[in-house]
């Protein structure tokens, strides 16, 4: 999930190497998970709902371990209920977007969640932005004004996917802050579960709206089982386990192994060539990103859509 929300001003770091494997290796997890929505043979928001729907049984058994452990109450469950049905909308969002830009582009706008949290942040705080807050909103800025540039002389297509993406950022603020208060009465597992019990039927009625198709055809299962395991288990799994271990600069620049692995997929299975003036937007918005979490009042996680 976005991981659990977790003060880190005073804290002390100890991470061993698997903590440090745990932190890498649950970036590389998400960064496939556009390569199998493309893949997938049903529609891109339908690939959501399987995302959401097959590991439940995996969570159920979780967080009915870690259930002594749970001390949510009723406005606590409705609330996360509540943002799943966000993250929802994040997924269907950003899974369309996929379908018509770059998976490197898809993969940095669908991060930007991070410096709206940072700019709601610094209004809950009501200061002005420092000087590195101001250089991460003028380095995304920039470097998004050259990611969908670059996307226009593509094709219109790709621009209109790349705003989707970043809707898809914006809708995931609206999950991922309920989430995190929720997450100091809920075990990790038992909201992970809540909000895939949320998401999953959402993402159904939305793919039947949209008339995408929902059961996989000639290509099988495995991309869908690729998508659920590599997004969804691993990815959220080994960046639950990794994320109290490491301050916020660590786990930002892990971030930046997300854009770089999507890109090297898009150019390896989908021939997505990318240029020096993509390669300089990407980085101007990853160093955003970076900042923003490093900075960032209310200590935002790395996303794990």
């Avoid at 556009?34 to 097959?54: E, I, S």
């Avoid at 994040?90 to 706008?109: C, K, Q, V, Y």
Wanted: with cysteine; net charge positive; glycine share 10%.
């Amino acid at each position: 999930m976005d991981g659990a929300s977790e003060a880190n001003g005073n804290k002390t770091y100890a991470p061993g190497a698997w903590h440090f494997a745990a932190l890498l290796g649950g970036n590389a997890a998400l960064a496939l998970g556009p390569w199998f929505v493309r893949l997938a043979d049903t529609g891109p928001v339908a690939a959501g709902f399987w995302r959401m729907l097959l590991p439940l049984p995996l969570f159920a058994l979780l967080a009915w371990r870690e259930r002594d452990a749970n001390t949510a109450g009723r406005k606590t469950v409705l609330l996360l209920l509540a943002a799943g049905a966000f993250f929802a909308a994040d997924l269907a969002s950003w899974h369309i977007g996929i379908e018509r830009t770059r998976l490197g582009n898809a993969t940095l706008f669908g991060n930007s969640g991070s410096i709206l949290i940072m700019l709601w942040g610094l209004v809950a705080l009501r200061r002005m932005p420092r000087v590195a807050e101001w250089a991460a909103l003028a380095a995304a800025l920039a470097g998004a004004a050259i990611l969908m540039g670059r996307s226009l002389e593509i094709s219109t297509a790709t621009l209109v996917g790349d705003l989707f993406c970043l809707a898809a950022g914006l809708f995931y603020v609206f999950y991922l802050l309920p989430a995190q208060a929720a997450r100091t009465q809920l075990g990790q597992w038992s909201v992970l579960l809540l909000v895939c019990v949320a998401a999953a039927p959402a993402l159904l009625v939305i793919a039947l709206m949209l008339g995408e198709p929902v059961w996989p055809g000639p290509e099988g299962w495995w991309p869908i089982l690729g998508l659920a395991l590599s997004s969804q288990v691993l990815g959220q799994g080994l960046l639950v386990y990794s994320l109290k271990h490491f301050p916020p600069l660590v786990i930002g620049m892990a971030l930046l192994t997300q854009p770089a692995i999507a890109g090297a997929v898009g150019w390896l299975a989908f021939g997505e060539v990318l240029g020096p003036t993509d390669l300089l937007g990407m980085a101007l918005v990853s160093g955003a990103l970076v900042l923003a979490r490093t900075r960032a009042p209310a200590s935002p996680r790395v996303r794990a859509p």
